[in-house]
């Protein structure tokens, strides 16, 4: 049985992605309805770091073409891929950056 080799080009890039979640506000005021049922939404600052390959691999994310992707929040490691899956997504923050890395390079 013969193994296929696949040369690629592979990108790196750390570059940063702003997750902000939608601000809920109160439906409307009447009885019933409290300031402390209200809530801001901030935003919250990933950095990350991505090697991904023209083409998809065994060692990818789902097969795909991100063999190594590191996320972290105010230096904290909170997604971690190196061929297989180390650190698994630690807060909403890190699966929204995910999906959309994941949209974007897999």
Request: proline fraction near 5%.
């Amino acid at each position: 049985m013969s193994e296929k080799f696949i040369r690629a080009e592979e990108v790196a890039e750390i570059m940063e992605i702003s997750v902000a979640k939608k601000p809920k506000t109160p439906k409307a005021k009447g009885k019933g309805r409290d300031k402390k049922q209200r809530k801001d939404g901030k935003p919250t600052v990933v950095h990350y770091w991505v090697k991904a390959y023209d083409e998809g691999s065994q060692y990818g994310i789902d097969g795909g073409r991100i063999s190594k992707l590191t996320l972290k929040i105010s230096g904290e490691v909170v997604y971690n891929y190196d061929r297989g899956e180390d650190v698994p997504p630690q807060n909403e923050a890190a699966e929204m950056a995910l999906a959309i890395l994941m949209h974007e390079y897999n």
